[in-house]
């Protein structure tokens, strides 16, 4: 499997997203309306991964952006998993642990101090990831702060 960095604007970006979108829509009833701007995740406030079997078919993804202290609940520092996802024909290949790692190494050397992120209740194979790598349930930020199903988890980066 070959990793490369995209813009978050990517024609296979946005087929992942939309991909994503419908296990949102599949498991929780609704799609994610976060806000993101394709600008949030260019280096080197951000970063965006897609990773391509050998034949070019776009498999997995995943990406970060620079949050600071909001009225959303995150702290100065920050750095924000967002899309998370890999094709369920690819999963179970460590793919997604790869792409985590290679997010974290980014937000890193971009000063980041903390990565965070939210998932879901629904999503039991997301939060066994987070939690084998270290990371750990954090006070909840973001769009879904409110919500019963929301779980956000944070990691130092230092």
Same mark, same amino acid.
Do not use: C, D, N
């Given at each position: 499997m070959r990793i490369v960095p995209v813009g978050y604007d990517h024609p296979d970006a946005k087929s992942l997203d939309g991909q994503a979108q419908q296990e949102y829509l599949a498991r929780y009833g609704a799609i994610d309306l976060t806000a993101m701007d394709p600008a949030e995740f260019s280096p080197p406030r951000g970063l965006y991964l897609i990773a391509y079997t050998p034949d070019g078919s776009p498999v997995a993804t995943g990406g970060w952006r620079a949050q600071d202290l909001n009225e959303e609940g995150y702290a100065d520092g920050d750095a924000?998993?967002?899309? $998370?996802?890999?094709v369920e024909a690819a999963r179970g290949r460590g793919l997604a642990r790869r792409i985590l790692g $290679? &997010?974290?190494e980014s937000a890193r050397a971009a000063g980041r101090l903390r990565m965070v992120l939210e998932t879901g209740l629904k999503q039991?194979? =997301?939060? =066994? &990831?987070? &939690?084998?790598?270290?990371?750990?349930?954090a006070p909840k930020f973001g769009l879904y702060r409110h919500e019963p199903y929301s779980q956000c988890f944070a990691k130092p980066l230092t």
């Open positions: 924000e998993i967002k899309r $998370m996802f890999t $290679m &997010l974290e039991p194979e =997301a939060v =066994a &990831l987070y &939690l084998s790598v270290g990371y750990a349930p």
